[in-house]
C-alpha cells in the first residue's frame, strides 16, 4: 500500500497531474488542427478524434522539449517530486544534441503519460463517487448510464464494488507510471559526457581559487604573524634596558600589520568579486615593489640576511613578467618565513637571472636561500605539515619551475627555478597540478631534512 499510495506514490502522482497540464496548450492546438481536417467536429465529440488530438500534442511537445531550459525545470520537478537522488541527474541547461534530444524524449514521455494519468484521474473519480453512492440514493438508481446492470433491481449494490475497481485501476496505472517516470529520469535527464566534463572543470576552477586563497593567506598572514612574533619577543626582553629598540620594533610591528591588513583585503576581494585587480585593493607585492622592504622588515625582526641579486642586464626586478615577480616574491616571504620559524643565524639569499643550463636562449630565474636549523637533540627540528613548501612548489608548478627543500652539510636550502620565457609558462598554465594544487607539484625534498 505505500507503494501506492504512500508519500512518494502521491508525489509521483502530483507529478504526472502536472504533466497532463503541461499538455493541455498543445491538445488544444491539435485540436483545432482535428477540427479543420474533420469539417468542423470538435476534438471531444468523438473518442477518435480525442485521440488524434493528443496525438497530434505529442509531436508539438517534443520540438519545444528541444530548448535549453526545458532540462533543468524538469530536473528541479523530478527532484522534488520522484524521489530520484539529485546526484543522478544533470544540472544546468542541455547544451549538446544528444541532451537536447534526451531531454525531449522525457519531455515528451513525461507530458504523454502525465496526460493519461490526468485524463483517468478527472473521469475516474467522479464516476467512482457516483458509483459509490448508487445503493443509498433511488434517483441514481433509475438514472440511464449506458449500463444496464447498473438499473437493474439486483445490480445496484455491485457498484460500489465497481467503483473500487475502477478507482484501484487508476491507481495501479498511477504507480506504474510514476515508477517508470522515476526509473527513466536519470536515463533521460542524466549527465552526458560533456556535462560531466563541465562539472569537472567547473570543480577544478573552483579548487584552484581556493587553494591561491589558501596560498596568499598562508604567506602573507603566516609570515606577518612569525615578524611580528619575533619582534614582540624581543622588544619584551629589553623593555626596561633599551627603549629606543623598544620603539623601533613597535614601528615595525606597525608597519608590518598594516601591511598584512592591505594584503589580506586583497585576498578577500577575491572572495568578493573574484579578482583584486580594479576593486581599489591593494595589489600582491612583487619582487620590483616590496623585495626591499620584505628583507628590511626580516631584519628588523632579528633575522640578518645577506642578500645578492643579479636581475640581468636591466640590474632591476622591474622587467620580470609580472606573474614570475609575484610568485617569487611569495616564495622568497615564505623562505624567510620558516627561517624566523625554524633557522638559526643568519640567512643567505641569492636571486639570479640567467640562461638555462644548454639552452641560452631560455632564461629563468634562480633563487637559493640557506640558513643553519634550529637543533634538537642533535637533529633538525621538524614542526608538522610542510604546507608552506608545498605551496611554494605549486606556485613553481604554475610557472613550470620547480622546488627543491632539504639540508645540505648541516644547512637548510630552499632553491627554487622559475621560467621566465612565454612558451614555459604557457605549457605550465595547461597542467593539472598548477590548476588543482595537487601534492604532486614538482618538489624535491631531502628525505633528512623534512618538511618545514
Not at 65 to 84: D, E, Q
Not at 372 to 388: D, H, K, V
Amino acid at each position: 500500500m505505500r507503494r501506492l499510495l504512500g508519500g512518494r506514490a502521491r508525489l509521483r502522482w502530483v507529478h504526472q497531474i502536472l504533466g497532463g497540464a503541461l499538455l493541455m496548450p498543445y491538445f488544444m492546438v491539435g485540436s483545432v488542427a482535428v477540427s479543420l481536417v474533420s469539417d468542423g467536429s470538435s476534438a471531444f465529440a468523438s473518442f477518435p478524434l480525442f485521440l488524434a488530438a493528443y496525438a497530434m500534442a505529442l509531436p508539438l511537445a517534443a520540438v519545444t522539449g528541444l530548448f535549453a531550459l526545458v532540462r533543468p525545470m524538469s530536473v528541479t520537478a523530478v527532484r522534488a517530486l520522484c524521489g530520484v537522488p539529485g546526484e543522478q541527474l544533470a544540472d544546468g541547461p542541455a547544451r549538446s544534441r544528444a541532451a537536447r534530444g534526451r531531454t525531449s524524449a522525457w519531455w515528451t514521455l513525461h507530458l504523454g503519460l502525465g496526460a493519461l494519468v490526468s485524463g483517468m484521474t478527472l473521469a475516474a473519480t467522479p464516476m467512482a463517487v457516483v458509483l459509490f453512492a448508487v445503493p443509498f440514493v433511488s434517483r441514481l438508481r433509475r438514472a440511464e448510464f449506458g449500463l444496464g446492470w447498473v438499473g437493474s433491481q439486483a445490480s445496484p449494490y455491485l457498484a460500489p464494488f465497481l467503483g473500487l475497481a475502477l478507482m484501484a485501476v487508476v491507481v495501479l496505472c498511477a504507480a506504474g507510471a510514476g515508477a517508470l517516470l522515476a526509473r527513466m529520469a536519470p536515463v533521460l535527464l542524466g549527465p552526458t559526457p560533456a556535462d560531466r566534463l563541465a562539472a569537472a572543470e567547473e570543480r577544478a576552477a573552483d579548487l584552484a581559487v581556493r587553494n591561491r586563497l589558501a596560498r596568499e593567506l598562508h604567506d602573507a598572514v603566516g609570515h606577518a604573524l612569525s615578524a611580528v612574533t619575533l619582534q614582540a619577543v624581543a622588544a619584551r626582553r629589553v623593555l626596561d634596558t633599551d627603549p629606543e629598540f623598544v620603539r623601533e620594533a613597535l614601528a615595525a610591528i606597525e608597519d608590518t600589520t598594516r601591511r598584512t591588513v592591505g594584503e589580506l583585503d586583497a585576498v578577500l576581494g577575491l572572495l568578493r568579486d573574484g579578482d583584486a585587480v580594479g576593486t581599489g585593493m591593494a595589489p600582491a607585492p612583487t619582487l620590483h615593489t616590496d623585495l626591499a622592504g620584505l628583507l628590511d622588515r626580516t631584519r628588523a625582526a632579528g633575522t640578518p640576511v645577506a642578500d645578492r641579486q643579479r636581475p640581468g642586464p636591466s640590474g632591476s626586478w622591474e622587467q620580470l613578467p609580472a606573474i614570475v615577480s609575484r610568485e617569487a616574491y611569495r616564495i622568497v616571504q615564505e623562505g624567510l618565513s620558516n627561517a624566523m620559524k625554524h633557522g638559526k643565524g643568519p640567512v643567505e639569499l641569492s636571486m639570479a637571472v640567467r640562461s638555462a643550463p644548454g639552452e641560452q636562449d631560455r632564461r629563468e630565474l634562480e633563487i637559493t636561500m640557506t640558513n643553519r636549523p634550529e637543533r634538537s637533540g642533535g637533529r633538525a627540528e621538524r614542526t608538522g605539515g610542510g604546507r608552506g613548501l608545498h605551496g611554494t612548489a605549486e606556485r613553481a608548478a604554475l610557472l613550470g619551475g620547480t622546488v627543491e627543500a632539504g639540508e645540505r652539510e648541516g644547512r637548510w636550502r630552499l632553491r627554487a627555478v622559475l621560467p621566465l620565457t612565454g612558451a614555459d609558462r604557457e605549457r605550465a598554465a595547461g597542467a593539472t597540478v598548477g590548476a588543482t594544487g595537487d601534492a604532486g607539484a614538482d618538489v624535491t625534498v631531502d628525505a633528512a631534512g623534512g618538511h618545514r
